[in-house]
Nanobody, 124 residues
């Protein structure tokens, strides 16, 4: 079992920044690829960014490229999502998730462990 706890969400004006953190416990963090996902009201959950277990490979959704950056610190068992130039359409509940293995994935179905989510609201 892997337990994930997100933090760092909140209310921010358009153009602002937030950094989300996801602290993991329970298993060897460096054995898991990680992802950030989001779900807006009335919409399906979608991938935001993903990172390999080592942190050397990352992938981001087209809608956030150039604005959001995923990173991880395996010594701290934490994955981050730096969000810059936020837009109202970024408003959603943001979830981190873990999948056993080295390679990153953007497929929701491949992630077995999920956090409880953190709300991000961007005002115009």
């Amino acid at each position: 079992q892997v337990q994930l706890v997100e933090s760092g969400g909140g209310l921010v004006q358009a153009g602002g920044s937030l950094r989300l953190s996801c602290a993991a416990s329970g298993r060897t963090f460096s054995n898991y690829a990680m992802g950030w996902f989001r779900q807006a009201p009335g919409k399906e959950r979608e991938v935001v960014a993903a990172i390999s277990s080592s942190g050397r490979s990352t992938s981001g959704a087209a809608s956030v490229k150039g604005r959001f950056t995923i990173s991880r610190d395996n010594a701290k068992n934490t994955v981050y999502l730096q969000m810059n130039s936020l837009k109202p359409e970024d408003t959603a509940v943001y979830y981190c998730a873990a999948r056993s293995g080295t390679w990153l994935s953007t497929k929701i179905s491949e992630y077995a462990y999920w956090g409880q989510g953190t709300q991000v609201t961007v005002s115009s």
